[in-house]
Each structure stands twice: as structure tokens, then as C-alpha cells.
């Protein structure tokens, strides 16, 4: 059974420019999980999607934004690039009963 | 809103030594408690998780953790490491019926030495 997998794993953007991010979930997972990884902060989450539906989002800015289509594929994106969003972003999908399966994450530095 | 607090940033230990990593949370609501691991340029790995039941949980590779809730803690315990070992590894918190919202701890760097 193929895991989580993630697109691109490694990209370099510039400060203004914007990013999309590719996660498709393990096959019968319905909900897919964001989350941002940097030294200083760790992980937070950043949002949630079920069925198509954002359940529930975190505490980051409306550049960041997301979205799961019909096959649960889900793609985050986030406009104007800053120097502070360089981080490793993780998706992770679940079956929704309390497990979680990362993916191997999309390591984005802005320059 | 819930919080977790590792303790340790850094644990050095010998190779066959047992090792203990420290994980407090604070929870107004019920939880559930997770252990990942994470190597190098790698995502997250479930290690175990405490959903319900036995306070004491297991791993397939010889870790294990234990729930206690007066203390809020869920250390994570292995009597006997392997130099393989070595990976930085996060506790994690959800609040129960938002299974896929996790809070982290800033993570306990393990590193086993020859």
C-alpha cells in the first residue's frame, strides 16, 4: 500500500512569490492534515480537510490556504512569500480514527 | 487548548543503555497521546499512541510509554538502545473527536553513541 506522498520535496522561491504543494493521501484516507515544521517553532498545525470540507484551521495567515479535491488529493498554497515561511510543510492523512500518516514533507526555502 | 512540554531538547546515551524521554501535556479535555519519530530529511513516524485502555503501550522495536493521568505525563521508555535509534522523536496531544489536530512538543533529539 503506497504511503503518503508529497510534491515537490524540495523547491526555492523568492520573497513575493507564491507556492503550491501536492499531498496524495493514502488510498481510503479521507482526511488530509497540514502542518509546518521550522527550528524555532516546531510543528503546528496549519489546517484540516474532510470530504472537500476545511474542518478546522490553525493560527497562520490567510496566505495560507488549502484545498482537498473528490479523489482526497489536497494542495496547500501560500502568496507573497516571506523569508519566515521556509519550513519543511508535512501532510499527513488519517482514516480519522486518531492515527495520522505523515508524508516526507516538501522542504520550501525563500530567499 | 492543549500544551506539551518535553523536557529535554538533547539526550546522549551509550549504545545498549536504557533511555527514558519525557513528555508532560495540559489538557482541559480528554486526549488522546501519541510518540513519533523523525530521521533525518524523513517525515513523521507513529512510534505508539495511548487511545484508550491499558495506560501502558507498546512498540513493535522495544519502546514503550506509559499514560498517567494524575501526572499528566506520557514518558517514553526503551530498556536498551541501538545506535539505530538515533532520531529526534515528538510527543503529541489531540483532543478527542479533533483526532486529526495534533500539538506538538518541541522534540528530544536521541542520540546514540558507540
Known amino acids: 500500500k503506497a504511503g503518503v506522498t508529497q510534491t515537490p520535496r524540495y523547491l526555492i522561491k523568492t520573497r513575493g512569490q507564491q507556492v503550491t504543494l501536492s499531498c496524495s493521501p493514502i488510498?481510503?484516507?479521507?482526511?488530509v492534515s497540514w502542518y509546518q515544521q521550522t527550528p524555532g517553532q516546531g510543528l503546528q498545525f496549519l489546517f484540516e480537510?474532510?470530504?472537500?470540507?476545511?474542518?478546522n484551521k490553525g493560527n497562520f495567515p490567510g496566505r495560507f490556504s488549502g484545498r482537498q479535491f473528490s479523489n482526497s488529493r489536497s494542495e496547500m498554497n501560500v502568496s507573497t512569500l516571506e523569508l519566515g515561511d521556509s519550513a519543511l510543510y508535512l501532510c499527513?492523512?488519517?482514516?480519522?480514527?486518531?492515527?495520522?500518516?505523515f508524508g516526507e514533507g516538501s522542504r520550501l526555502t525563500v530567499l | 487548548a492543549q500544551s506539551v512540554t518535553q523536557l529535554d531538547s538533547q539526550v546522549p546515551v551509550f549504545e545498549e543503555a536504557p533511555v527514558e524521554l519525557r513528555c508532560n501535556y495540559s489538557?482541559?479535555?480528554?486526549?488522546?497521546l501519541f510518540w513519533y519519530v523523525q530521521y533525518p530529511n524523513q517525515g513523521l513516524q507513529l512510534l505508539l499512541k495511548?487511545?484508550?485502555?491499558?495506560?501502558l503501550v507498546e512498540s513493535i522495536n522495544g519502546f514503550e510509554a506509559e499514560f498517567n493521568k494524575s501526572q499528566t505525563s506520557f514518558h517514553l521508555r526503551k530498556p536498551s538502545v541501538h545506535i539505530s535509534d538515533t532520531a529526534e522523536y515528538f510527543c503529541?496531544?489531540?483532543?478527542?473527536?479533533?483526532?486529526?489536530?495534533?500539538?506538538f512538543g518541541k522534540g528530544t533529539l536521541l542520540t546514540v553513541n558507540p
Open positions: 503529541a496531544v489531540s483532543e478527542i473527536g479533533s483526532n486529526y489536530k495534533l500539538t
Open positions: 488510498s481510503g484516507h479521507r482526511s
Open positions: 495511548y487511545l484508550s485502555g491499558s495506560t
Open positions: 499527513a492523512s488519517s482514516l480519522d480514527d486518531g492515527e495520522l500518516f
Open positions: 480537510y474532510f470530504s472537500e470540507t476545511q474542518r
Open positions: 489538557s482541559s479535555v480528554s486526549v488522546y
